[in-house]
């Protein structure tokens, strides 16, 4: 299995920037992907990008123009910098890794409240 730590969370004002990290350790010769989803207050869970083994990468429409993503692999890292945030933003944010069998492991979740 794979241990994911998140870190970076925290109460941002609109406009402002944040910068997750997701540190992976255990089982991670096999890992595929990995991302991140968040989980609005009442809504469900949605991806917001993934990076891939060979380096592709996707965003989620609503958010490519103010977040990246990228890894480490150095330190087993994924970094989602998010620019310019929005109330909207305000989540519940779960590093995701994904192995070659397509099995999962989460974060527990760092909060992001973004106020007006």
């Known amino acids: 299995q794979v241990r994911l730590v998140e870190s970076g969370g925290g109460l941002v004002q609109s406009g402002g920037s944040l910068r997750l990290s997701c540190t992976a350790s255990?089982?991670?010769?096999?890992?595929?992907?990995m991302g991140w989803y968040r989980e609005a207050p009442g809504k469900e869970r949605e991806l917001v990008a993934v990076i891939r083994r060979g380096g592709t990468t996707h965003i989620q429409d609503s958010v490519k123009d103010r977040f990246t993503i990228s890894r480490d692999g150095a330190t087993n890292t994924v970094v989602l910098q998010m620019d310019n945030l929005k109330p909207e933003d305000t989540a519940v944010y779960y590093c995701?890794?994904?192995?070659?069998?397509?099995?999962?492991?989460w974060g527990q979740g760092t909060q992001v409240p973004v106020s007006s």
């Open positions: 255990g089982s991670i010769s096999n890992i595929n992907a």
């Open positions: 995701l890794a994904e192995n070659v069998y397509a099995l999962d492991s």
